[in-house]
């Protein structure tokens, strides 16, 4: 058969089909300028994307603390003094023991259902405020509570999941089992400390 086109061509093909089939091609070099462009490109791609994400970042900080500013206006005056109130109620009982009192025209009935805040802790951490804040970390309802007060709910463990106070409904409580319902009776303490502790800790931080 009669070979079409140039030898020399023809030849030029075959070697460079051998060579594709081999493995034996090198491929050309990019320019150097063209990986300093990739480098500026991904350099400034960084920059900009970080300044972005630290506005985002710096508008969610400053929301935040709006709302804990608004906080503290509105609840501070609340319940600074009445933590205060009762944290000087826990250092009160805990020292020397003056005997039984029994207050006069008190009804057991009336008693079982009024409103009362209840914590629980060891003798050994009711020294200091700042004992008694950790220690309120882990203080819950006992067979106490549930003997003496009657409570708005009689399956406190039952109902929606939660973390958080915010994840209930309105007028309910995360309380001690991360379960949403109304505000037990006595109310816990703890919840007070782990509801505010925003608020709580930056005022204890502002105090030291």
Known sequence: MRERGLPSI???RAERRRALIYGRVVLRAMPPHFWLWVVIGVAAFGVI???VAQGRLEGRKSAVMAKQRAIAVALGPKIQPFREQVEGWVRELSAEFPGEFV???VSLSELRE???VYLR???ENT???????KAAQGSLLDGFTSCLFVRPSAQPAEGVTCRLTSECQPGQLCNEWN???PPPRPYNMRLAYRALRCLL???DAADE
């Open 127 to 133: 020294k200091t405020p700042k004992q008694i804040r």
């Open 201 to 203: 800790y930056t005022s």
């Open 103 to 105: 207050a006069t025209g």
């Open 179 to 181: 379960v949403c319902g």
């Open 114 to 116: 009024a409103p009362g």
């Open 121 to 123: 802790l060891r003798l």
């Open 10 to 12: 023809n030849q030029a």
């Open 49 to 51: 994307y970080w300044r």
